[in-house]
Nanobody
Framework: QVQLVESGGGLVQAGDSLTLSCAAS????????MAWFRQAPGKDRAFVGA????????RYADSVQGRFTISRDNAKNTVYLQMNSLKPEDTAVYYC?????????????????WGQGTQVTVSS
């Protein structure tokens, strides 16, 4: 059974940086595209970034392009989300997701396994 466990969330100030991690187990991590989504209070879950199985292809939401970086370490079965220049509007629960495909997509239905989420709060 596949499990994804996120960590690294917390309370930071606007302009700060934070790195989220997602550790995977139970499936061949290195053959799966991975993604991060987020859900703010009262809003739908939204795409943040995604990365292909080998890390050679990435995609980002316009709202985080240039500030966030997704990366992976297949030897550690872990995907990361480096978040710089954080804004109050980045406040949300951040979810890690795994796909059965090697290639990334920006839609939630592409991903069949989800973590429990980690809270990121950015104060102004």
């Amino acid at each position: 059974q596949v499990q994804l466990v996120e960590s690294g969330g917390g309370l930071v100030q606007a302009g700060d940086s934070l790195t989220l991690s997602c550790a995977a187990s139970g499936r061949t991590f290195s053959s799966s595209a991975m993604a991060w989504f987020r859900q703010a209070p009262g809003k739908d879950r939204a795409f943040v970034g995604a990365i292909s199985w080998g890390g050679g292809s990435t995609r980002y939401a316009d709202s985080v392009q240039g500030r966030f970086t997704i990366s992976r370490d297949n030897a550690k079965n872990t995907v990361y989300l480096q978040m710089n220049s954080l804004k109050p509007e980045d406040t949300a629960v951040y979810y890690c997701a795994m796909s059965g495909s090697r290639n990334p997509a920006m839609t939630a239905v592409w991903y069949d396994t989800w973590g429990q989420g980690t809270q990121v709060t950015v104060s102004s």
